[in-house]
């Protein structure tokens, strides 16, 4: 079976108020050496499907349609053999 | 003069939106449940406030692809009138009706309080019984309202005049310090260029009487009522 991750991150330029948050809350704790922190999330599909450049066009797709909003985030995704 | 209400699963103004319909204009709405694929001649279209299918991808993202949407775009690309509130705002910038996208407020936290908004346009179907410029109260309780668009369409947004309410204090200044959730200039609530479809985060339909805090969402309704009774 094949399986895809999908890596969802805010576009360049577009504030994010978690990243900002959480740069902040780890320079209060007392670490040193950050600049900027950005937050993303990743999103893990298993396939029905064994065809890869099947696989690659359902996630496209997905990608493009539902899974990111093209106006705040970008998406790079991988299809890989499930274990 | 008809009004209809799209209930998802998961919104929860619906019956908020019913009654402003209902007791403020004296008028009965229909509720359209979201896999209908009819909209019954509704003049006029509310998107209500929740947090349809539960908002864990993005707020609006799987509402968009319920089948009335299909409905109400046509209703909008016909000129038919569509009001957006909160979630139903959310919905109208995923379903490309509305230009720009939602982020998590900037505090990170829901905010849930009653806020002044400056009125900038007052030429709309949505706000010719107010004042250019009026402030007015209205309650906001939500947690991805920080309006995000790129500089340019912003730009773009500002020079149509597609901005029709701001986050302001009470003389209607529109400062950084009244910006509850971090949205691009103070953006409470767009229009499209043509003007029958907006999207707002407050909720008008929570200030329908003085009992409540602020009357003042009446202005909105009865501005559509007055609007609907001009042109039809």
């Known amino acids: 079976m094949l399986t895809a991750e999908i890596r969802v991150t805010l576009r360049d330029g577009v504030l ?22 950005r937050m993303g999330k990743l999103i893990q599909l298993t396939l029905d499907l064994s065809d890869r450049a099947q696989a690659q066009k359902l996630v496209e797709e997905l990608c493009q349609k539902v899974l ?4 705040i ?3 790079q995704f991988t299809i890989g053999e499930s274990k | ?55 864990y991808l993005r707020t609006g993202a799987i509402a968009r692809f319920s089948p009335i949407m299909q409905k109400v775009k046509e209703h909008a690309e016909r000129g038919g009138l569509v009001i957006g509130i909160c979630n139903g705002f959310q919905i109208l910038l995923e379903s490309g009706l509305l230009p720009g996208a939602m982020m998590v407020n900037r505090g ?41 668009i790129d500089q340019k369409s912003l730009k773009e947004l500002e020079d149509n005049n597609q901005v029709v309410f701001r986050y302001c204090d009470q003389n209607g200044q529109a400062a950084d310090a009244d910006n509850p959730n971090g949205s691009l200039n103070n953006i409470a609530g767009i229009v499209n260029k043509r003007g029958n479809v907006l999207g707002m985060m407050p909720h008008p339909e929570r200030a329908m009487e003085k009992l ?19 042109v039809r």
């Open chain 2, 212 to 230: 409540l805090g602020s009357d003042q969402g009446k202005l909105i309704f009865n501005s559509i009522k007055a609007h609907l009774q001009k």
């Open chain 1, 68 to 71: 990111t909003n093209p106006v």
């Open chain 2, 108 to 148: 990170l936290q829901f905010v849930c309080q009653t806020v002044n908004l400056s009125v900038e346009r007052n030429d709309l179907a949505f706000t010719n019984q107010l004042q250019k410029k009026q402030v007015i109260r209205i309650p906001i309780a939500h947690k991805e309202g920080n309006y995000y």
């Open chain 1, 16 to 37: 994010d108020p978690q990243g900002t948050t959480l740069n902040r809350s780890l320079e209060n704790i007392g670490y040193k050496g950050l600049k900027d922190v």
């Open chain 2, 1 to 55: 003069m008809k009004f209809g209400v799209i209930t998802f699963p998961g919104s929860n103004c619906d019956y908020d939106c019913h009654k402003a319909v209902e007791e403020g204009l004296g008028l009965k709405p229909v509720h359209i449940w979201h896999r209908e694929t009819d909209l019954d001649g509704c003049d006029c279209i509310i998107l209500p406030g929740g947090f349809s299918y539960g908002d």
């Open chain 1, 73 to 75: 985030e970008q998406y």
